[in-house]
């Protein structure tokens, strides 16, 4: 080759995503990162003055994380309740914090915090957009934009010092880089490692801040593997990624190592919540009163114990409470099926399912933003599968691959919310997912907006 071809080659290559978008799209993407900023941030103050005092928290869960990321600032030890409970958490979302922390000399207000995560999800708000331009067109990305922006749930995840905010980032970067990984035309064996190796990244550190998400990974790299025409190639691709995977991983799970003597994958709550969804008197709600009684027995066993036991209250504690839930649900398969509906039905609720949600103004924008957000992709699916020889303008791949990945995560969730318990909270990151069919469906009902025809049709994916 010349050096002059060389040169161009070069040139392409290093060509930014925004020169490929053009000058009205880059435009129109600040627009609305401003305007999900500025809801997010408005909706902050709005929750925190509704507070007791400036330093209070609405959940239990948001002082725990507050407290372990204050510790990560302070090089203390890493727990939260004493000794007995050093990996109740797992460390992504107190590293944040810890870094919030770093940033405000160690001092950060409640509601800086919560900035912190409007932010975030701002981000997330242009990185669902970007797997919407990539799997469909630029027009699709920017009404997914749109549409996130103004999602009241997205908001709502923003708001709140919980960690699903800053998990739906690392999960939407995490299914950007399986395009580019395994269904990018025409790229080059070295881009696809690279997006392998981020693919990885982004999984462990979606696990980090939210260990649910822990079995999504590997069940993902198998349908890979074993739906694709190139698996031999994939399979590589796929060793690479769960090799970034358990490198990103690897510090925390040398700790818990090192706490308990055992592999401990995530956290030592998994005992817990799972007795929380299936025990005598479930609901699907979370109720953790029974939690005093499984202390006051272990407790007393160790006590009574013949000699000093090997592994760490902590650990034996969540084996007592995964063992009584696990036997519970042998011996009630019916009453398990009765729950696991009712989890179901609470998930995906139009309908707030507690009255704690806000004011009744709040109450209906989280019904009619949801509502919107599954019509409009239930006509998109519609639409693809009735067109499936002929998909809709600006379709990159297969109909079946781009309704089968945006769907993945609500498919996920809802099984495992199925055995744990439900809410309408643990649905918010599989709805930000949705939107990008839900997009499709804007697309679908709106006229074409020729603002870059050029970009709405894209070069059919090789078949990953």
């Known amino acids: 080759m010349s050096s002059h071809g060389r040169d161009l080659l070069v040139r392409h290559a290093m060509e930014t995503p925004m020169r490929q978008l053009g000058r009205p799209v880059v435009v129109a993407w600040i627009v609305i990162f401003a305007i999900a900023l500025t809801?997010?941030?408005?909706?902050s103050v709005y929750w925190q003055n509704r507070q007791a005092d400036h330093n209070t928290f609405a959940f239990g869960d948001s002082f725990s994380y507050w407290v372990l990321g204050h510790q990560i600032y302070e090089g203390d030890?890493?727990?939260?309740g004493g000794d007995d409970a050093r990996i109740s958490r797992a460390p992504?979302?107190?590293?944040?914090?810890?870094?919030?922390?770093?940033?405000?000399?160690?001092?950060p207000s409640v509601i800086s915090v919560r900035i912190m995560n409007s932010i975030l999800g701002a981000l997330t708000v242009v990185a669902v957009g970007w797997l919407a331009t990539l799997l469909f067109s630029q027009r699709i990305g920017l009404?997914?934009?749109?549409l996130t922006s103004i999602y009241p749930g997205a908001i709502a995840m923003s708001v709140l010092i919980l960690s699903e905010g800053p998990f739906c980032l690392f999960m939407t970067l995490e299914l950007v880089a399986v395009y580019y990984c395994f269904w990018r035309a025409n790229a080059s064996s070295t881009s696809k490692r690279c997006a392998a190796i981020l693919l990885g990244i982004n999984a462990a550190m979606a696990v980090l801040i939210r260990p649910s998400w822990l079995f999504y990974t590997p069940a993902l790299f198998t349908a890979v593997c074993l739906l694709s025409k190139h698996r031999l190639r994939n399979l590589s691709l796929v060793i690479l990624g769960a090799l970034a995977f358990a490198l990103v991983m690897l510090p925390w799970w040398v700790r818990n190592y090192q706490v308990t003597g055992r592999f401990v994958p995530t956290t030592l709550q998994v005992g817990a919540s799972l007795y929380d969804g299936l025990r005598p008197g479930a609901d699907g709600a979370s109720n953790m009163s029974f939690m005093q009684e499984f202390y006051r027995q272990q407790t007393l066993e160790d006590a009574l114990a013949q000699s000093k036991p090997i592994d760490t209250y902590e650990y034996r504690l969540n084996t007592r409470l995964r063992e009584a839930s696990l036997r519970w649900s042998r011996e009630n398969p019916s009453e398990v099926l009765r729950l696991a509906g009712s989890k179901f039905i609470r998930m995906w609720n139009v309908f707030p399912n507690s009255d704690a949600v806000g004011s009744g103004v709040t109450r209906l924008a989280t019904s009619l933003g949801y509502l919107g957000?599954?019509?409009?992709?239930?006509?998109?699916?519609?639409?693809?599968?009735?067109?499936?020889?002929?998909?809709?303008?600006?379709?990159?791949?297969a109909s079946w691959r781009i309704v089968a990945l945006c769907s993945s995560p609500a498919v996920y969730?809802?099984?495992?919310?199925?055995?744990?318990?439900?809410?309408?909270?643990?649905?918010?990151?599989?709805?930000?997912?949705?939107?990008?069919?839900?997009?499709a469906g804007v697309a679908i009902?709106?006229?074409c907006v020729p603002f870059n025809r050029g970009a709405l049709r894209a070069d059919g994916g090789s078949d990953g």
């Not at 030890?77 to 939260?80: D, L, N, S, V």
């Not at 957000?373 to 998909?391: E, G, Q």
């Not at 099984?415 to 649905?427: C, E």
């Open 373 to 397: 957000i599954m019509l409009l992709t239930f006509l998109a699916v519609i639409s693809m599968i009735r067109k499936k020889s002929r998909p809709i303008e600006g379709t990159k791949q």
């Open 92 to 107: 992504g979302f107190p590293i944040l914090i810890a870094g919030w922390h770093w940033l405000f000399g160690g001092k």
């Open 77 to 80: 030890e890493y727990k939260f």
């Open 445 to 447: 009902c709106l006229p």
């Open 413 to 439: 969730f809802t099984a495992l919310h199925m055995v744990f318990v439900s809410s309408i909270r643990y649905r918010q990151p599989a709805v930000l997912i949705l939107s990008v069919l839900a997009g």
């Open 39 to 43: 809801l997010r941030c408005g909706a």
């Open 143 to 146: 009404y997914t934009g749109v």
